[in-house]
């Protein structure tokens, strides 16, 4: 289904019946990858995946975007496809745009559900130092080199460092404004049931992230998927799935 948001032409899926469940995907991710889970679901709710702007088939922002333009893009996405979500499912920045949103009045929801979620900015401090400087100096450095092996060398050295800088190419401002945009105050904020789910393995945004949140967040509960990565929804889909349906009802 497509739809225009604030001028940008926007992506997004839609099944079941029921009360409305939001998904919002992560960093480089998109609806595409949410199709088994949703269908875990929807027998329940109606499940809407989002494609959020510059991922899948919604048009990039034409501004360096943060996590309070994110957040205000998919309130204006509801309104404009008439709708109110009971719920928020979110997974990594997905969740960091959830929690800005909720903790600031831009979104609306009676229960929150975060999946492997990024925010915590503090705790890899160093990392985030490393990825500022080699933005930095890594043009000086490569500048006599031929632009295909200069390309190569960048996207090998941000992998190496874990960083997603390059996932896509066109928003690597946008993505250097959120990395460092911490949502620890708003998480502490936030007034609803909320469950966390984080797989234990997850080296992306690792289980020390969840078990921060679940301190700030009061009533919080923290649910933690033995053997799960990152993509704790695709590892184990049918045990997140069973997490969230008990949660909801």
Do not use: C
Not at 66 to 86: M, T
């Amino acid at each position: 289904m497509q739809v225009v948001v604030d001028s940008l032409l926007t992506q997004y899926e839609r099944a079941g019946k029921g009360k409305v469940v939001l998904i919002l995907h992560g960093w480089g991710d998109n609806s595409k990858g949410w199709q088994e889970f949703q269908e875990l679901i929807n027998k329940d709710y109606d499940v809407i995946v989002l494609d959020l702007p510059g991922f899948g088939g919604t048009d990039a922002p034409t501004q360096t975007w943060g996590l309070d333009e994110y957040a205000a893009f998919v309130s204006a996405f509801l309104k404009k496809i008439r709708v109110k979500s009971e719920a928020i499912i979110a997974h990594s920045n997905g969740g960091a745009i959830a929690i800005r949103g909720l903790a600031q009045g831009k979104l609306q929801a009676k229960s929150l559900v975060l999946l492997d979620s990024a925010g915590i900015r503090t705790y890899h401090k160093g990392r985030n130092r490393v990825i500022r400087m080699l933005t930095k100096t890594g043009k000086l450095v490569t500048m006599p080199l031929p632009a295909s092996f200069k390309n190569r060398l960048r996207r090998k050295v941000y992998k190496t460092v874990g960083s997603d800088m390059l996932v896509v190419e066109s928003l690597q401002e946008t993505f250097k404004r959120v990395v460092t945009d911490d949502i620890q105050s708003d998480a502490a904020a936030l007034n609803l049931p909320v469950l966390i789910i984080y797989g234990e393995e997850d080296t992306a945004t690792p289980l020390q992230y969840g078990q921060i949140l679940h301190n700030l967040i009061s009533g919080s509960t923290l649910e933690v998927v033995p053997g799960a990565g990152h993509f704790v929804h695709l590892d184990e889909p049918r045990v997140v799935a069973n997490n969230i349906r008990g949660f909801l009802k």
